[in-house]
């Protein structure tokens, strides 16, 4: 692994960001419950289950697995740690996880008081956590490739918030709404997962794809320029109409084209060759996002071929499931072990005879463990595209997503065990 130009001194205590990573595979799971019972969820965009299901997955799972990286990336990066104390990232992972709850509920059974017990939780969990990364970030200076990727992503999660709120609020009280959406559904779901989501991962892929596995560096220029492409395209297309938005669109969608060549060719150069599933799931990620830009693509030269096949699911389920989710899969079994075998490192500052007792990194999370959960992930992602021409097969795609996570959660809680195992 190559460490340089990192800094380990101001990591946070392990349970902020594990907490984090703890409680969202239950949101999968979650998830995966919904899309059993009501699996018209997988086709029906506006069916109150689909909203329910995106929403498990985007805002349950996902952000809060991105908000505890981010508590753990950020010091190491920049040397300077989001400043939240225990309490507050508890308080945080709190009110996110009932807002997510409650905001499924509102869609279910829209109405101003689930809306306003919904606006209430987001408020304080996201906006306790946003106010402390910005405080965080304007300390940075100057700011590396990374870190402007994360200004842009965070400023992303904002705009998609916000967005959001209003929407719901047109959705579940428009009598009290103060002004009309800002963004339509389209755009804030773009915001929230091209703005957001791949923002993050264009931007952690930088450090970690050389770091975890000696691969080169992403050439300085790509760094440099393309989550700025990418940010000035959403936000150009998302203001002009017409033929010039759609070529925007169309230029942002060749722009992530090139970044999945581009990576894959840096993790195919790696020199680390050992068997390594989180190398696997990037390459499943880049892949699947590579096909759902394609997809994106075919949309946007000829429109009415949605009418004739599901296309705006499949690229959802390609983009969301096999890409976003696959890298957070992945992310996982590498910086868990990494995170707790640092932690029992430095339990041994003051005893370094246990250093030799303590697990190594394969230990805590086994490579068999990781394989089986490739196998899980692929297996579910093929479930759902599946289900998607043959709905009968929609609740077996669903049992295939609750194992995926079910999988994920119970690695996790193995892993914390053995660590817990050796703190003594
Ligand atoms: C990271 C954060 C978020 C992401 C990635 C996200 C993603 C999405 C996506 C993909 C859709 C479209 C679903 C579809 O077309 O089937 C959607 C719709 C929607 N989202 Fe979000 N969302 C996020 C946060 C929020 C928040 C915090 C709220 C409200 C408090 C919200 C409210 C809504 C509403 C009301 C709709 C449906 C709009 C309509 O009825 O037209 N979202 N979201």
Not at 2 to 16: A, H, V
Not at 31 to 57: C, E, K, M, N, S
Not at 68 to 75: I, R
Request: glycine fraction near 6%; charged fraction near 10%; hydrophobic fraction near 55%.
């Amino acid at each position: 692994m190559r460490t340089d130009g990192l800094n380990f001194d101001n990591i946070p205590p392990l349970s902020i960001p594990y907490g984090f990573f703890a409680t969202a595979p239950l949101f999968g799971v979650l998830a995966g419950l919904v899309l059993l019972f009501q699996p018209q969820a997988l086709t029906a965009r506006w069916d109150p289950a689909a909203l329910a299901l995106v929403h498990l997955l985007t805002l349950g799972f996902a952000a809060q697995i991105m908000l505890g990286a981010l508590c753990q990336v950020m010091p190491v990066v920049s040397s300077q740690p989001i400043p939240l104390s225990r309490t507050q990232a508890l308080l945080v992972r709190g009110c996110i996880s009932l807002g997510t709850v409650l905001l499924s509920l509102t869609f279910l059974f829209p109405g101003p008081i689930l809306f306003s017990l919904t606006l209430a939780a987001f408020v304080i969990g996201f906006g306790l956590f946003i106010s402390r990364l910005i405080q965080a970030l304007i300390k940075i200076r100057p700011a590396g490739h990374t870190l402007v990727s994360i200004r842009l992503a965070a400023f992303c999660l904002l705009i998609t918030l916000i967005a959001g709120v209003i929407l719901l609020w047109w959705r579940s009280s428009p009598q009290t709404a103060p002004l009309a959406p800002i963004l339509n559904t389209d755009q804030h779901a773009l915001w929230g997962i091209q703005g957001w989501g791949l923002l993050l991962v264009v931007g952690v892929s930088f450090q970690v794809i050389p770091m975890f596995h000696v691969a080169p560096d992403f050439p300085a220029r790509v760094q440099r320029w393309l989550p700025g492409a990418l940010m000035l395209s959403l936000l150009l297309g998302t203001v002009l109409d017409g033929s010039a938005a759609i070529a925007l669109m169309a230029l942002s969608k060749l722009l992530v084209l090139g970044y999945c060549a581009l990576a894959s060719r840096h993790l195919r150069q790696r020199r680390r060759k050992l068997l390594d599933y989180t190398v696997r799931f990037w390459q499943l990620a880049l892949g699947c996002i590579a096909l759902s830009m394609v997809v994106n693509l075919a949309t946007l030269g000829w429109p009415e071929l949605p009418n004739r096949l599901p296309l705006a699911e499949l690229s959802a389920i390609l983009f969301g499931f096999g890409g976003l989710l696959a890298v957070i899969f992945g992310m996982l079994q590498k910086i868990v072990p990494f995170l707790l075998y640092l932690h029992l490192q430095r339990q041994c500052l003051t005893q370094p005879e246990k250093l030799l007792t303590l697990p190594n990194m394969k230990q805590l999370i086994s490579t068999a463990r990781s394989k089986r959960q490739w196998w899980l992930h692929c297996t579910a992602l093929c479930g759902l595209l599946i289900a998607l021409w043959l709905p009968l097969l929609t609740p077996l795609a669903a049992l295939l997503l609750i194992a995926d996570f079910v999988w994920l959660g119970w690695t996790l809680h193995q892993a914390f065990a053995l660590y817990r195992q050796h703190l003594n």
